[in-house]
């Protein structure tokens, strides 16, 4: 205050006591003094109101005032402004009375000195500063308390209940209360029940034994629902005197619980779904990594976390992975599949998603990936479109079959009937009739393998007890083989049975069995296995077109060169082989592979390069007990002038069938299509015994002409007959009254015996 200017209101009506005052002011040489004199009241008032002073200097006894209303009224209108009482009144209940009022000092004429006065003035003026600063500071404290959205107040504990001894307006809001109610009220009187109370006081005692905050979570029930309340209670002191009282502050946290909660579900969620959810910044760090994750790659969240995403999960770094970064810096995401490799070490490929996440101001932060493991999948798509590649490859073989079954049974029945018309022939032409009989047959066969791989061969079936089959093929192995290559059998003592054609099977496991053998040409190990296997819901999942069931597992195993994989895709394909030429036509896996179809079964390959191969063939289990021995065939027999309709396209067909019919004493008409043989029906319907129909004919195919016969004569007897048809195209031409079946191209034996059979 040295070079300060301190203005003084001087309210005196003795203009002597005002010149005494404004020497000993003149005198003080380190303060400035300004002082404004007046000698009424009612003019002190309105200088308080025009300006500011530093001090005022007031005498109780005035003209237009007497005693302590002097200053009451003076205090009231500059109230921030320290009075000192400079009276002629030596009273010293009056001066007690002006101090408590809020006089700074009580002076008395006649005993004041120059710098008695200053000391007074000075003090009175720095206690009047401190005191409105600690007004101040109070009243912005007081502001902040009563705005502060959090609930704040004092309480101590009273009969094991808590008391409000004070509370600002955030906590009257909560309770939707008035102040003045909780104000010194219990918490058992604004609606806290017992379990809330008793919490906090065990938290309050906590704060008071340990002098220092304690915070805790408080559920508080309203009619809307649960509240979760956070309260900080600490010790309350003053000038080092502990208090039994404590301070508290209290947060409603409600909606950062339901936050938390939604967070967790949130977080469960990823937890359960099957995709792998992981967050790296924009250096490949990992910074979140899900269950699912931990699932498909067998990291932990532990062992990814930070790690650098590339080196973890990456053998090689993929010329894709670039381009994909860039794609969603620039557009915010990008998609695609990926080779990526587990903690394991094993190869699997995932369908990738990529989300590029932004931060407050949009700048990139982080890429949020979506991983889907799609190894199983990409296996099944591969197993289906090898099934349509083979399916397809077997309509065209069908359809090349169904022609040539055409060409070459003409040529068969020829050849047979020459033998019957020339039997007297010398031995050379005979000799010729026999290698034309021959070849037709080879030939026969040749397109009955393809067929088998086409459409399957259904065969004769009965219930098989494969051991013995295996046991015979073993034999003939023993004694073709060479002695380089060992021979093992094992079988299940308990194997079940099969339904199916022992021809066939036979044939399948000695296709097998000679390419085990011309794999191992140094020799080797040939292994025949056979035992039962349940397959379940799992195993039949990823193997197209499997069905769960019991089955009979025949496994030829070889210990040869193996097969490379670019061929394993192509060796059931008819024609397909790596023989040179001359040693195979191709035709024995594809034979195989429709074989072990027609029988419900399905075939597995497993080979490795210089390891050897294994096929596993898959035949549906019965329960039907073992056959020992097979029905004798019947002997082809003439006939006895019955009258047979032949029904086929093919010229060559109807004229061979119809010459070898007449030669063993049958009769004949034939029909080009199924509209020409309904009305030759219609015609000779009494006399015809039977009708031979081909089901591949142009203008009406055999099932309708069929359908239409069975309208005329509900009892006719028909033998179908076809170079192809499906297993349910018979199933339902036998509905329709089909007797029997004939498949091209057959001898003259097989239609004899099936018009025998049949008439």
Same mark, same amino acid.
């Given at each position: 205050?040295?070079?300060?200017?301190?203005?003084?209101?001087?309210?005196?009506?003795?203009?002597?006591?005002?010149?005494?005052?404004?020497?000993?002011?003149?005198?003080?040489?380190?303060?400035?003094?300004?002082?404004?004199?007046?000698?009424?009241?009612?003019?002190?008032?309105?200088?308080?109101?025009?300006?500011?002073?530093?001090?005022?200097?007031?005498?109780?006894?005035?003209?237009?005032?007497?005693?302590?209303?002097?200053?009451?009224?003076?205090?009231?209108?500059?109230?921030?402004?320290?009075?000192?009482?400079?009276?002629?009144?030596?009273?010293?209940?009056?001066?007690?009375?002006?101090?408590?009022?809020?006089?700074?000092?009580?002076?008395?004429?006649?005993?004041?000195?120059?710098?008695?006065?200053?000391?007074?003035?000075?003090?009175?003026?720095?206690?009047?500063?401190?005191?409105?600063?600690?007004?101040?500071?109070?009243?912005?404290?007081?502001?902040?308390?009563?705005?502060?959205?959090?609930?704040?107040?004092?309480?101590?504990?009273?009969?094991?209940?808590?008391?409000?001894?004070?509370?600002?307006?955030?906590?009257?809001?909560?309770?939707?209360?008035?102040?003045?109610?909780?104000?010194?009220?219990?918490?058992?009187?604004?609606?806290?029940?017992?379990?809330?109370?008793?919490?906090?006081?065990?938290?309050?005692?906590?704060?008071?034994?340990?002098?220092?905050?304690?915070?805790?979570?408080?559920?508080?029930?309203?009619?809307?629902?649960?509240?979760?309340?956070?309260?900080?209670?600490?010790?309350?002191?003053?000038?080092?005197?502990?208090?039994?009282?404590?301070?508290?502050?209290?947060?409603?946290?409600?909606?950062?619980?339901?936050?938390?909660?939604?967070?967790?579900?949130?977080?469960?969620?990823?937890?359960?779904?099957?995709?792998?959810?992981?967050?790296?910044?924009?250096?490949?760090?990992?910074?979140?990594?899900?269950?699912?994750?931990?699932?498909?790659?067998?990291?932990?969240?532990?062992?990814?976390?930070?790690?650098?995403?590339?080196?973890?999960?990456?053998?090689?770094?993929?010329?894709?992975?670039?381009?994909?970064?860039?794609?969603?810096?620039?557009?915010?995401?990008?998609?695609?599949?990926?080779?990526?490799?587990?903690?394991?070490?094993?190869?699997?490929?995932?369908?990738?998603?990529?989300?590029?996440?932004?931060?407050?101001?949009?700048?990139?932060?982080?890429?949020?990936?979506?991983?889907?493991?799609?190894?199983?999948?990409?296996?099944?798509?591969?197993?289906?479109?090898?099934?349509?590649?083979?399916?397809?490859?077997?309509?065209?073989?069908?359809?090349?079959?169904?022609?040539?079954?055409?060409?070459?049974?003409?040529?068969? &029945?020829?050849?047979?009937?020459?033998?019957?018309?020339?039997?007297?022939?010398?031995?050379?032409?005979?000799?010729?009739?026999?290698?034309?009989?021959?070849?037709?047959?080879?030939?026969?066969?040749?397109?009955?393998?393809?067929?088998?791989?086409?459409?399957?061969?259904?065969?004769?079936?009965?219930?098989?007890?494969?051991?013995?089959?295996?046991?015979?093929?073993?034999?003939?192995?023993?004694?073709?083989?060479?002695?380089?290559?060992?021979?093992?059998?094992?079988?299940?003592?308990?194997?079940?049975?099969?339904?199916?054609?022992?021809?066939?099977?036979?044939?399948?496991?000695?296709?097998?069995?000679?390419? &085990?053998?011309?794999?191992?040409?140094?020799?080797?190990?040939?292994?025949?296995?056979?035992?039962?296997?349940?397959?379940?819901?799992?195993?039949?999942?990823?193997?197209?077109?499997?069905?769960?069931?019991?089955?009979?597992?025949?496994?030829? &195993?070889?210990?040869?060169?193996?097969?490379?994989?670019?061929?394993?895709?192509?060796?059931?394909?008819?024609?397909?082989?790596?023989?040179?030429?001359?040693?195979?036509?191709?035709?024995?896996?594809?034979?195989?592979?429709?074989?072990?179809?027609?029988?419900?079964?399905?075939?597995?390959?497993?080979?490795?390069?210089?390891?050897?191969?294994?096929?596993?063939?898959?035949?549906?289990?019965?329960?039907?007990?073992?056959?020992?021995?097979?029905?004798?065939?019947?002997?082809?027999?003439?006939?006895?002038?019955?009258?047979?309709?032949?029904?086929?396209?093919?010229?060559?067909?109807?004229?061979?069938?119809?010459?070898?019919?007449?030669?063993?004493?049958?009769?004949?008409?034939?029909?080009?299509?199924?509209?020409?043989?309904?009305?030759?029906?219609?015609?000779?319907?009494?006399?015809?015994?039977?009708?031979?129909?081909?089901?591949?004919?142009?203008?009406?195919?055999?099932?309708?002409?069929?359908?239409?016969?069975?309208?005329?004569?509900?009892?006719?007897?028909?033998?179908?007959?076809?170079?192809?048809?499906?297993?349910?195209?018979?199933?339902?031409?036998?509905?329709?009254?089909?007797?029997?079946?004939?498949?091209?191209?057959?001898?003259?034996?097989?239609?004899?015996?099936?018009?025998?059979?049949?008439?």
């Amino acid at each position: 205050m040295t070079n300060d200017k301190i203005k003084v209101l001087l309210v005196e009506d003795n203009p002597g006591d005002v010149r005494l005052l404004r020497e000993f002011l003149w005198d003080v040489t380190s303060v400035q003094f300004e002082l404004m004199p007046v000698d009424k009241l009612f003019q002190a008032l309105n200088c308080i109101k025009q300006d500011n002073f530093d001090v005022i200097l007031l005498d109780l006894v005035l003209p237009d005032s007497q005693g302590l209303n002097t200053f009451i009224n003076t205090h009231i209108h500059a109230p921030k402004t320290p009075i000192i009482v400079l009276t002629g009144i030596n009273d010293e209940t009056l001066a007690l009375q002006a101090m408590q009022k809020g006089a700074q000092d009580y002076l008395v004429k006649g005993q004041v000195t120059g710098d008695l006065l200053v000391r007074s003035m000075r003090y009175a003026i720095q206690r009047q500063r401190s005191e409105n600063a600690l007004r101040d500071s109070e009243s912005t404290l007081r502001s902040f308390y009563d705005s502060a959205a959090m609930m704040m107040g004092i309480v101590e504990l009273i009969d094991n209940d808590i008391l409000f001894v004070s509370c600002n307006t955030a906590t009257a809001k909560f309770y939707h209360l008035p102040l003045e109610a909780i104000q010194n009220k219990r918490a058992s009187e604004i609606g806290w029940e017992q379990q809330q109370i008793e919490i906090w006081i065990q938290h309050y005692k906590k704060a008071l034994y340990a002098q220092s905050p304690v915070k805790f979570e408080l559920p508080y029930p309203t009619i809307n629902g649960q509240k979760f309340l956070s309260v900080t209670t600490c010790p309350v002191s003053a000038g080092g005197i502990k208090s039994e009282r404590v301070s508290f502050i209290i947060e409603d946290i409600s909606e950062n619980k339901l936050a938390q909660e939604r967070i967790l579900e949130q977080a469960a969620l990823l937890d359960v779904t099957i995709d792998g959810i992981f967050v790296r910044d924009l250096n490949n760090n990992i910074l979140f990594w899900n269950k699912a994750a931990e699932n498909i790659y067998g990291f932990s969240t532990e062992e990814a976390h930070g790690k650098n995403e590339i080196k973890l999960l990456y053998k090689e770094v993929p010329a894709e992975l670039e381009i994909a970064f860039d794609s969603v810096i620039n557009k915010g995401n990008w998609q695609g599949e990926l080779n990526k490799v587990t903690k394991t070490g094993k190869d699997i490929l995932v369908e990738s998603r990529w989300t590029l996440v932004r931060d407050e101001l949009g700048q990139p932060k982080s890429i949020l990936t979506v991983d889907t493991d799609i190894t199983e999948k990409k296996r099944l798509e591969w197993q289906f479109f090898r099934a349509q590649r083979l399916e397809s490859i077997g309509t065209l073989a069908s359809g090349i079959a169904h022609d040539l079954n055409n060409i070459l049974t003409p040529i068969l &029945a020829t050849a047979q009937l020459l033998r019957v018309k020339f039997p007297d022939v010398d031995d050379r032409t005979q000799h010729i009739f026999e290698i034309l009989e021959d070849s037709a047959k080879r030939g026969a066969e040749l397109v009955k393998q393809v067929l088998s791989f086409a459409r399957g061969v259904e065969g004769k079936r009965v219930s098989l007890q494969l051991r013995h089959l295996i046991r015979d093929v073993a034999k003939i192995l023993r004694q073709t083989f060479p002695k380089s290559i060992e021979l093992c059998i094992d079988i299940s003592s308990n194997l079940w049975m099969v339904c199916g054609d022992s021809t066939q099977l036979h044939q399948v496991l000695m296709n097998l069995c000679v390419n &085990a053998r011309d794999a191992m040409p140094e020799g080797g190990t040939l292994t025949i296995l056979a035992e039962n296997r349940v397959i379940d819901e799992h195993y039949s999942k990823m193997h197209l077109g499997v069905t769960p069931g019991s089955f009979i597992v025949i496994t030829v &195993a070889d210990s040869g060169v193996g097969i490379p994989a670019e061929n394993i895709d192509r060796i059931f394909e008819p024609f397909f082989t790596t023989k040179q030429v001359g040693n195979g036509t191709g035709l024995g896996l594809s034979t195989t592979l429709g074989i072990v179809k027609s029988h419900g079964g399905f075939v597995n390959v497993y080979s490795e390069v210089g390891s050897g191969t294994q096929f596993q063939l898959y035949l549906p289990a019965t329960v039907e007990t073992e056959i020992q021995s097979l029905p004798n065939e019947f002997i082809p027999l003439s006939g006895n002038g019955e009258l047979v309709l032949i029904v086929d396209d093919e010229t060559s067909i109807q004229e061979i069938t119809k010459a070898s019919l007449e030669s063993h004493n049958y009769k004949t008409l034939t029909a080009c299509d199924g509209i020409e043989a309904i009305a030759l029906y219609a015609q000779y319907r009494h006399s015809i015994n039977i009708v031979l129909m081909d089901m591949m004919m142009p203008s009406m195919d055999g099932l309708t002409a069929i359908r239409a016969l069975q309208k005329i004569n509900p009892d006719v007897k028909i033998i179908a007959s076809s170079g192809l048809i499906s297993s349910c195209k018979l199933a339902e031409a036998s509905n329709e009254g089909v007797k029997s079946f004939l498949s091209k191209p057959y001898t003259l034996k097989e239609l004899l015996n099936t018009l025998q059979q049949v008439i």
